[in-house]
């Protein structure tokens, strides 16, 4: 029954950063940076979702750190951000803005990408000023803007006011998670992950998400409970890639299919078949190569062009 916060060795095991700094967003609150990767490479931004930690993202940022700089944060309450009072997806959009400023050149772009409760940050931020200057194109992976626990499918029973209950009994509860053990890794695999996912993708994410303090997990339930983005989803004006997977119960392919159809500059929609809402675990080659696809076709440096900055490109 161990107590570690992630594995310690394998593909899933968090790399050694080059670099590492806290970051103070608008309301105080302290936001715990890694940078991996070339200084002067094309830059990527990973905001990962509720109850995870840049942990989430370790073979994303393995593969990527060798000719991009990628820069990946733990949302406030999460991995080595400190618990804050303020819970919300202003708050959320504050910490993405203050990384941005901290990390990024003035003009210069990335690729952001955000997975559930990171896609809906980049959501919530699609207005801020840092967003509009920095984000040269967006992944969204297996997220949502709005009604999320009546289209849940955690609870294996027709939709309705009593599934809706149930669910938001279940993902809002108190109770800590405990230690990593055999029925816990069942329990995860279930709710989160696709029947195929191998046993280090579910031991990986058992210990990331059982990591996450208790008061944490639940006062972020509460705010996916109420989230509404619909109109951020609008706002997203640059290319927009989105990847779900089809046994995906927390986020299910009706948010991603609607997230195509409202967003202005979609660039494409996967649906992988029998992968569940992890996605960046269970399908790390991919997700990982949507990425670097997206880096080097909006980043003029990854082609070897001057960086224009958006001012100019406006």
């Not at 989430?56 to 700089?69: G, N, S, T, V, Y």
């Not at 951020?232 to 009706?254: C, K, N, Q, S, Y």
Request: charged letters at 20%; a neutral charge.
């Amino acid at each position: 029954m161990s107590r570690l916060l992630h594995v310690a060795d394998g593909p899933y095991a968090p790399p050694v950063p080059a670099h590492e700094l806290t970051v103070t967003a608008a309301d105080g609150a302290r936001i715990h940076v890694e940078v991996h990767g070339p200084e002067n490479a094309p830059a990527v931004v990973l905001a990962h979702g509720w109850c995870c930690s840049t942990a989430f993202w370790a073979a994303q940022i393995r593969e990527l750190a060798a000719d991009h700089r990628v820069i990946a944060y733990d949302q406030r309450g999460h991995g080595r951000s400190p618990a804050n009072p303020a819970y919300g997806t202003e708050p959320l959009a504050d910490d993405l803005e203050a990384v941005l400023e901290a990390t990024l050149a003035p003009g210069e772009r990335a690729v952001l990408a955000g997975h559930s409760m990171g896609g809906m940050t980049l959501m919530a931020a699609a207005t801020r000023p840092a967003v509009r200057e920095h984000a040269a194109a967006v992944l969204l992976s297996s997220t949502g803007s709005a009604r999320l626990v009546a289209s849940a499918t955690v609870v294996p029973m027709r939709a309705g006011r009593m599934r809706t209950w149930l669910t938001r009994r279940i993902l809002g509860s108190r109770a800590p998670l405990g230690p990593v053990t055999p029925l816990a890794r069942r329990i995860l695999k279930y709710g989160t992950m696709g029947p195929g996912s191998a046993p280090q993708m579910v031991d990986a994410c058992a210990r990331i998400v059982h990591a996450c303090p208790s008061r944490v997990r639940h006062g972020w339930s509460q705010v996916l409970d109420l989230l509404d983005l619909d109109h951020g989803v609008r706002e997203l004006r640059m290319p927009v890639e989105i990847v779900v997977g089809t046994a995906d119960r927390l986020t299910p392919p009706v948010h991603a299919r609607a997230l195509a159809a409202a967003l202005p500059d979609c660039v494409g929609l996967t649906e992988l078949p029998g992968l569940g809402h992890m996605t960046p675990v269970e399908a790390p080659d991919l997700v990982t190569g949507k990425i670097r696809a997206l880096a080097a076709t909006y980043i003029p440096s990854a082609r070897g062009e001057r960086a224009v900055p958006a001012e100019e490109s406006a």
